[in-house]
């Protein structure tokens, strides 16, 4: 696993406030961002939790009805077979209609209607015990897919307010630097990623040419379209995004659907080392799978950064990666491919993206 910029991975690591030196400092943003960016990953799976378990909720609650109309349905049969024998209107009476059937082609109606009858007698009673409890039974599965949805709905609070929390940190911090402390910040951040990326390319693991897939094509040219767009957490598009939120609408519009996070990305989708990474991949980083890129070729990549960035081309360095991910595997590299063009300022703003959505 590689890592860049002599990270720690270990968020109580985390500089105390009041540290002066740039090195200090940029290990705090780093850090904060990290844990913002893990919370929004936290919110993320915890929406999607809801709307799966909304859509369940809303599939119990339709059978839930459908079983009570078949109840009322049964109860009313049941009810007009009693009032029938209470006013005499079957059994006996319907014996007599036999009885006195002007000709056999009647009586043998009159039979069947009698048949019939009894057939419908002898079994509206277990049909009304067999509706009642299902009835019963959708009534306690509602319960519990309500009460599901409540609990997840709470989680879902509690991850936005962590989310929020986080967010005031990083604004507070950046709000208490100097002009001369943010300068050398940025300085510093671009220093180190120049570094990691130095290291990786010399390595040789990315040499070679590289072309997409189809598909791959179809998600790289999406993902450059984005670029410039603002950096949101928990966001889908069309107008924001964050990381997994981009990469998973750039490989819908290639019609791939991936899951809505980069944690379920990296965990889901077929891993493929990097010396055989190519423009369409998904480039993800951190241990914990808290950041994800579109790789775009020549060691770069496309990415929502972080709050209070845009959309736009990284190193592929600029993050400690933990691997790759290819949502088409079978899908067949193209013979010849150029690569979309890039717009103005496309590498422009900080290419650290602590974001983990």
């Excluded at 007599?96 to 056999?104: E, K, M, V, Y």
């Excluded at 509690?158 to 986080?166: I, M, N, T």
């Excluded at 750039?250 to 423009?279: D, H, K, M, N």
Aim: aromatic residues 6%; proline residues 7%; contains cysteine.
């Amino acid at each position: 696993m590689y890592k860049s910029h002599g990270e720690t991975d270990d968020a109580a690591a985390l500089p105390p406030p009041g540290g002066d030196s740039v090195s200090a400092l940029l290990t705090r943003m780093r850090t904060l961002y990290r844990q913002t960016e893990e919370a929004t990953e936290r919110f993320n799976a915890a929406e999607e939790a809801l709307k799966l378990q909304a859509l369940d909720t809303k599939k119990v609650t339709a059978r839930l009805t459908a079983a009570r109309t078949a109840l009322a349905k049964e109860r009313a049969a049941a009810g007009r077979i009693a009032r029938e024998q209470y006013q005499g209107t079957s059994e006996f009476s319907a014996y007599l209609r036999l009885l006195f059937a002007p000709d056999p082609q009647s009586a043998m109606e009159q039979g069947q209607l009698m048949a019939r009858a009894s057939r419908d007698r002898a079994t509206a009673v277990p049909r009304l015990e067999k509706a009642e409890r299902q009835a019963a039974d959708l009534a306690r599965a509602s319960r519990k897919a309500l009460d599901r949805q409540q609990t997840l709905a709470a989680a879902q609070r509690k991850r936005r307010d962590e989310v929020r929390g986080r967010l005031a940190e990083v604004e507070k911090l950046l709000a208490g630097l100097s002009t001369d402390q943010l300068a050398r910040l940025t300085e510093l951040e671009r220093t180190q990623t120049a570094g990691a990326q130095r290291e990786l390319l010399g390595s040789g693991v990315l040499d070679g040419p590289r072309t997409p897939s189809r598909a791959g094509a179809e998600a790289l040219r999406f993902a450059v379209g984005q670029i410039g767009k603002p950096y949101e957490w928990g966001a889908e598009g069309p107008e924001t995004y964050d990381c997994s939120g981009l990469t998973q609408q750039a490989w819908a519009a290639a019609g791939r659907e991936l899951p809505r996070t980069s944690q379920e990305q990296w965990a889901t989708l077929p891993r493929v080392p990097l010396s055989e990474l190519r423009p369409g991949d998904l480039v993800v980083y951190f241990p914990g799978a808290t950041h994800v890129a579109v790789y775009l070729g020549e060691g770069l990549v496309v990415q929502a950064p972080r709050p209070g960035g845009k959309v736009k081309v990284s190193p592929i360095a600029a993050n400690p990666l933990l691997g790759a991910v290819r949502p088409d595997e079978g899908g067949e590299a193209l013979a010849s491919y150029t690569p979309p063009p890039l717009p103005a300022g496309a590498r422009d703003g900080g290419d650290e993206g602590y974001d983990h959505a």
